[in-house]
């Protein structure tokens, strides 16, 4: 099947640096890429839509100057949270739509902490 | 609006038991998918099945099998003969033109 990359999958900084989270699709042009976050225990929730080069789509509560979200090729998209404070470590998967058929791939995760 | 619920937030089965996560789901959409995904403790997830809205055939793979009603809005999955490894987090989800998960329902298989 198709593979959805996202690097890196563990990331640990300090309090006030920002962090790039990027997703790749390998081998299939993505239309559409998926963030979302996931707390302990808790569902995934969506974080923004982000259209090949269109700006995001941003959910409701989802600081877009906290979580920079760039879909600047068919096959890249990328999180940078700015100024990442401890409240903001959380498990962070990309999802990609293949374009044509819509099929969904998800990458693997990355995990935030912020120290 | 569009909503996922997944009403069983935790289940518990001792191993070679069958099992059924429901899924119940609102959309005002004609055309849409369901998708189901494993989470398992390592985070990433793991897809088992999508179905378009215009396919209600239901689907047996292995020991997983899936129970599409448009009628009830329902597309529940069925583990049959459980097993250890089934444990994990288990996440229906709707899709058409954004995604919504629902919940999830962590399942704990016991040998």
């Known amino acids: 099947g198709a593979v959805v990359s996202q690097h890196p999958s563990r990331v640990i900084c300090k309090s006030g640096t920002s962090v790039k989270i990027e997703c790749r699709s390998l081998d299939f042009q993505a239309t559409t890429m998926f963030w979302y976050r996931q707390f302990p225990k808790q569902s995934l929730m969506l974080m923004a839509t982000s259209n090949e080069g269109s700006k995001a789509t941003y959910e409701q509560g989802v600081e877009k100057d906290k979580f920079l979200i760039n879909h600047a090729s068919l096959t890249l998209s990328t999180l940078t949270v700015t100024s990442a404070h401890p409240e903001d470590s959380s498990f962070y998967i990309c999802s990609a739509r293949v374009k044509n058929t819509g099929e969904l791939f998800f990458g693997e995760g990355s995990r935030l902490t912020v120290l | ?111």
């Open chain 2, 1 to 111: 609006a569009q909503k996922v619920t997944q009403a069983q937030t935790e289940i518990s089965v001792v191993e070679k038991e069958d099992v059924t996560l429901d899924c119940v789901y609102e959309t005002r959409d004609t055309t849409y998918y369901l998708f189901w995904y494993k989470q398992p403790p390592s985070g990433e997830l793991v897809f088992l099945i999508r179905r378009n809205s215009f396919d209600e055939q239901n689907e047996i793979s292995g020991r997983y099998s899936w129970n599409f009603q448009k009628s009830t809005s329902s597309f529940n999955f069925t583990i049959t003969a459980s097993q250890v490894v089934d444990s994990a987090v288990y996440f229906c989800a709707l899709i058409n033109n954004d995604m919504r998960f629902g919940a999830g329902t962590r399942l704990t298989v016991k040998p």
